[in-house]
């Protein structure tokens, strides 16, 4: 492709993917100098901003996860680095030169060393009736969704982190809420689990959903009890999804990033890719998935992009 150049379009740093790895990214990348970009396809904030409380992040016993979201974002600016909005990366080419060419709606970007920090989509289940039902009684995000489900009944599906927080979020706004797992036990943090126990949410234990129907604009899910294969049914006004991520690392494997069976993209230590000059961080990456952890990812991401495009000027790399 013949791509052309303005300076506006010229970075040395460009990050692609705006959660708390991302902002994190580009707050450290500002800070050591560099020309950085940040560009993401949506707004900024990533999963942390459709969290309805997070109160594992140290200095916060409690914040809901868009102001959060929105603290990280005025820092980046803060810092100096440019944020482009609703801009999603199509196609990365690495030049003769290893340098990169990111193609936008809004044109080409040119960098010198890259961020991949596009983070997770919602997982699906994968069942019969999920697609069609989805945004009518079928939901991954209970900060979006739950005003719609005020005094109603409603399911959350899934056992770690994410459904238990969900479920605790769902049971303050709802009449009543199931929480649905696969396991006899939860795989969430212990603190949250004994939060739940405590509650009044019923969990249906041992119990996979295999399909879901529109039943009188209420949602059937079909159960199956996987220890004994007994098959139930659970009506209620919405089923919440909540089974955690799948990374989005299509656009790095594009250009030959190695991940591994999962889909996440494999990091050494100084968060550097199997490319020289790609460099990934956050819940795209082979790591555990929290916020400090997408932080601490995206200043050691910043840091090796500065050392090498540093090193690179100077020669020697």
């Given amino acids: 492709m013949g791509f052309t150049m303005s300076d506006d379009f010229d970075w040395e740093l460009v990050i692609i993917g705006g959660g708390p790895a991302g902002m994190t990214s580009a707050i450290y990348g500002a800070r050591y100098g560099l020309r950085t970009l940040l560009l993401d396809e949506m707004v900024l904030g990533g999963a942390q901003a459709t969290s309805p409380a997070i109160e594992n992040y140290p200095g916060f016993t409690f914040i809901p996860g868009m102001e959060l979201a929105e603290r990280m974002k005025e820092q980046v600016k803060r810092n100096g680095a440019t944020i482009k909005e609703i801009t999603g990366v199509e196609n990365i080419e690495i030049d003769m030169s290893g340098e990169f060419n990111l193609k936008t709606r809004r044109g080409v970007y040119h960098a010198k060393a890259i961020i991949i920090a596009t983070g997770g989509g919602h997982r699906k289940l994968g069942v019969q009736g999920e697609e069609d039902l ?11 969704d739950a005003p719609l489900y005020r005094n109603k009944e409603v399911a959350v599906v899934g056992g770690g982190n994410t459904a238990v927080t969900e479920a605790l ?149």
């Fill in 134 to 144: 989805t945004g009518r009684g079928i939901s991954y995000c209970a900060t979006c």
């Fill in 169 to 317: 979020y769902l049971k303050d706004v709802t009449n009543k809420v199931y929480l649905i797992h696969r396991r006899d036990q939860l795989r969430a943090e212990q603190a949250l689990q004994n939060l739940l126990f405590k509650s009044n949410v019923e969990i249906k234990w041992s119990h996979v959903v295999k399909e879901f129907k529109n039943v009188n604009n209420r949602i059937e899910g079909i159960l199956e009890n996987v220890k004994t294969g007994e098959k139930s049914t659970l009506v209620v006004d919405a089923y919440f999804i909540a089974l955690g991520s799948d990374p989005k690392s299509d656009l790095a494997k594009a250009i030959g990033v190695k991940t591994n069976e999962k889909g996440e993209i494999l990091i050494d230590q100084h968060q550097a890719t199997n490319i020289e000059g790609v460099y990934a961080a956050g819940d795209v990456t082979a790591s555990l998935k929290q916020i400090s952890v997408a932080v601490g990812q995206g200043a050691i991401a910043a840091n090796s992009a500065y050392e090498y495009i540093r090193q690179k000027k100077a020669g020697s790399y």
